[in-house]
């Protein structure tokens, strides 16, 4: 099992020249490892679960590019009497958060690793018309728990009948020379986020988190801190009115975060974790939810 070291965020204000992906990765690392005292050598894993990246670069993983970027053991072979910093890219949408904390969490359990890191962010690729995400980075630092302490149990569920609420593709959109003299084009992404995708979000989540509470016999009325996916907006406060769980219990983040995609679930994490909130709380549930549609939970107890 896993406990949360720290929490960080990174967003992008400018208008003319927001910074891209990668930056704002590079950044909500630098910032976690900052907070705690932490150096990038001590990473022994690094997890990026961003999806909409700068030109919609998919080779080499971003993950790698981010590890070299803050430091994190670039280079292979390891030094002699050091260790390296593995590091790959999980795609799993608004979920992948989730996702890759689980990952991190079962090696850390293992004892393979000691020190991971689950980084997200998204920009506009630059070549989307309608791009619905605000520019935003996210990072969780995570290190061994107590028995009985830190994640306790994870799931995921994909609810196939409203796949067609949220799709994305690259399609091929023809353009012409201004005199004719030559055609060409370009790739263009195309993302159809339908008006039904919200409730459909909600609807997916309430009957997984019944699900999964039921699980380990709880309900959720024993929920004390809820963390969820910030896209679709309202979400969160929308799952919790459904469910029965007390708007105070809803960890809320900061105003640049709203609407925010695979970053969103980390950012609505940092209030929580900076005011002690997380702290003080004995059943924190975190819910992502994504295209598919996908919804991937954990449990969280924080070590007394």
């Known amino acids: 099992m896993s406990r949360i070291e720290s929490v960080a965020t990174a967003a992008s204000r400018r208008r003319l020249f927001p910074r891209g992906a990668l930056r704002l990765a590079d950044d909500a690392i630098e910032r976690c490892l900052a907070s705690v005292n932490r150096t990038a050598s ?4 690094l997890v990026n679960a961003g999806v909409y990246r700068d030109d919609n670069l998919a080779e080499p993983a971003l993950a790698a590019m981010i590890q070299e970027d803050v430091g994190a053991n670039p280079g292979h072979p390891p030094r002699e009497r050091s260790h390296g910093t593995f590091s790959f890219d999980v795609v799993n949408g608004g979920a992948g958060a989730v996702t890759a904390v689980e990952l991190v969490d079962g090696l850390i359990a293992s004892k393979t690793v000691e020190l991971g890191v689950v980084v997200a962010s998204d920009s506009n690729p630059g070549n989307v018309e309608h791009f619905p995400f605000p520019a935003a980075g996210g990072a969780v630092l995570l ?3 107590a028995p009985g302490a830190g994640f306790l149990a994870f799931d995921s569920e994909t609810f196939p009948e409203f796949s067609a609420s949220y799709e994305s593709a ?3 959109r023809p353009s012409h020379h201004l005199f004719g003299l030559r055609e060409g084009g370009s790739n263009v992404l195309e993302l159809e986020i339908r008006e039904d995708f ?3 979000a909600v609807t997916s989540a309430e009957a997984a988190l019944g699900r999964f509470l039921g699980s380990h016999g709880l309900a959720a009325r024993d929920v004390d801190l809820l963390v969820a996916s910030t896209y679709p907006r309202n979400f969160a406060s ?3 009115r459904r469910l029965g769980i ?3 219990a809803v960890s809320v983040p900061e105003e640049p975060f709203e609407g925010a995609h695979t970053a969103g679930i980390l ?3 940092e209030p929580a974790f900076r005011s002690r909130r997380l702290a003080s709380a004995k059943n924190v549930l975190f819910v992502g939810v994504g295209a598919g549609i996908t919804v991937a939970t954990a449990l969280y107890r924080h070590p007394r």
Do not use: F
Not at 42 to 45: A, K, P, Q, R, V
């Open 143 to 145: 290190g061994p728990s």
């Open 267 to 269: 950012a609505s994490l």
């Open 198 to 200: 919200a409730a459909h």
């Open 170 to 172: 690259l399609v091929w």
């Open 42 to 45: 001590e990473l022994d894993l």
């Open 238 to 240: 929308d799952l919790a």
């Open 246 to 248: 007390s708007p105070d």
